[in-house]
């Protein structure tokens, strides 16, 4: 008859160390077969990943005074004119890095100019030209104000081109406000 053998219960936890201690051998073994890759790439610093922001060129119309460009609360960049005669319109070129809704900068404007809120962007907005880009361009005349409003999508930033004032020194300027407009360009450098 064969005889059985046992071990007894001391040897078993040093045979467990023993068995593990192989296996993470040949485990470790296994693995050493290949060389360390070392893997290189280039990361652009943040400035070069962003692009630049470039302020438009424009010719200022003969009459307009400018008062420098100006820090502004939310926007990037904003610059004041005054423009007529006796300098009561006045333009700003202003741009914003988030694109607010029409509806809610129209009845806004309206609101500026006394004139009552409406629920829906008119459908025959005027479109204007300006750096070879169809823009809206928007004409609100309230009871004593007028606002003319050139937005001008471009890059990751909505440009806004208004002239306010009375409503007849804004009429005497409009057409130098639309040269102005068109004459707008961006370097794409």
């Known amino acids: ?6 071990c007894p219960a001391s040897r078993l936890p040093r045979l467990a160390v023993c068995a593990a201690a192989l296996l993470g051998a040949a485990l470790l ?3 050493c ?3 360390d890759e070392i893997q290189r790439y280039k990361v652009n610093r943040v400035e070069e ?9 424009y010719q200022t119309p ?3 005074t400018s008062e420098r460009p100006q820090k502004a609360q939310f926007a990037r960049f904003k610059e004041l004119f005054r423009a007529g005669p006796d300098k009561k319109v006045e333009v700003t070129v202003t741009a914003l890095a988030n694109r607010i809704p029409l509806l809610m900068d129209l009845n806004r404007w309206r609101d500026q100019i006394e004139l009552g809120e409406i629920k829906e962007v008119p459908k025959d907005i005027t479109k204007i030209t300006v750096d070879k880009k169809e823009c809206d361009y928007l004409d609100l005349t309230g009871p004593a104000k007028r606002t003319l409003v050139v937005l001008l999508p471009r890059d990751d930033y909505v440009w ?4 306010t004032g009375p409503k007849d020194a804004v009429a005497t300027e409009k057409s130098a406000f639309e040269k102005f407009v ?3 360009s961006f370097s794409d450098e």
Not at 160 to 163: D, S
Request: hydrophobic share 45%.
């Open 160 to 163: 806004y081109f208004m002239a």
């Open 182 to 184: 068109r004459s707008v």
């Open 33 to 35: 077969n290949k060389p």
């Open 62 to 64: 003969e009459g307009w």
């Open 1 to 6: 008859m064969a005889k059985t053998h046992f």
């Open 49 to 57: 990943r962003v692009r630049a922001f470039v302020p438009p060129k």
């Open 29 to 31: 073994a296994a693995g």
